[in-house]
């Protein structure tokens, strides 16, 4: 296991338009964190994940967003009628229930145009 | 969790040891201090972390003061590929060791390491 995975990469969509992202986490990670970064900002944390259920979503995460967990495995962050203001890097992070390290992916660059 | 407050930016020759300050003058007892940098294009990386006393890895050194209001960032030999922006951040534990999960991320210190 190399890491926390995110796929794509990169997104181009037009506004309007539906997109779903992809986190494989490190395997036996219980913890799945999503942030969402704008140029030239620090991370902003959007929702965490412990195992299947979903502990805590911010308020960032407007009715446009879901995301789910399966399994308490991979987990997946969709973004309906995307807006310009979506365009954005998604980071994906995971840690161990008792370790309080937490590793990132290398992110899902989002454009909206 | 605690605000934490960081220049926004700074230099190093290379070969020299940076050093990032960071305060956190309104830390509680039960929240550690963390350091995360951001290489341009990549996710954030974990670098160190610690509650009161000083810590210390293959990758940096982590000093915090005995009020626990501040604390410094030392990367002993700084090189080119240390250049990222490097975030502090105040990280609550509850009272059972799991941690609440979240980071909460400033806007920073701009390392640039020149040659």
């Known amino acids: 296991d190399t890491g926390v995975s995110q796929d794509p990469r990169h997104k181009i969509t037009k506004r309007g338009q539906n997109v779903t992202f992809r986190c494989d986490p490190i395997?036996?990670?219980?913890?799945l964190y999503w942030y969402r970064q704008t140029l030239g900002q620090g991370p902003e944390f959007l929702t965490y994940?412990?195992?299947?259920?979903?502990?805590?979503k911010s308020r960032l995460l407007s009715d446009r967003f879901s995301a789910e967990r399966p399994k308490g495995s991979f987990s997946t962050l969709e973004i309906q009628r995307t807006e310009q203001g979506d365009s954005a890097m998604y980071l994906c992070a995971s840690s161990l229930l008792w370790n309080t390290e937490a590793f990132f992916g290398q992110g899902t660059r989002l454009t909206v145009v | 969790d605690a605000k934490t407050t960081q220049p926004p930016s700074m230099d190093c020759a290379e070969g020299r040891a940076a050093n990032l300050p960071c305060n956190h003058s309104t830390i509680s007892g039960n929240e550690y201090v963390y350091w995360y940098r951001q290489i341009h294009s990549q996710g954030p990386q974990y670098i160190i972390h610690g509650l009161k006393n000083n810590e210390t890895n293959e990758m940096a050194s982590l000093i915090i003061t005995e009020d626990r209001k501040s604390s410094t960032l030392i990367l002993p030999h700084a090189t080119l590929r240390d250049t990222a922006v490097y975030y502090c951040i105040v990280r609550r534990n509850n009272a059972g060791g799991t941690s609440y999960g979240k980071l909460t991320f400033g806007q920073g210190t701009i390392l640039t390491v020149h040659p």
């Open positions: 994940f412990q195992n299947e259920a979903q502990l805590e």
């Open positions: 395997s036996e990670h219980n913890r």
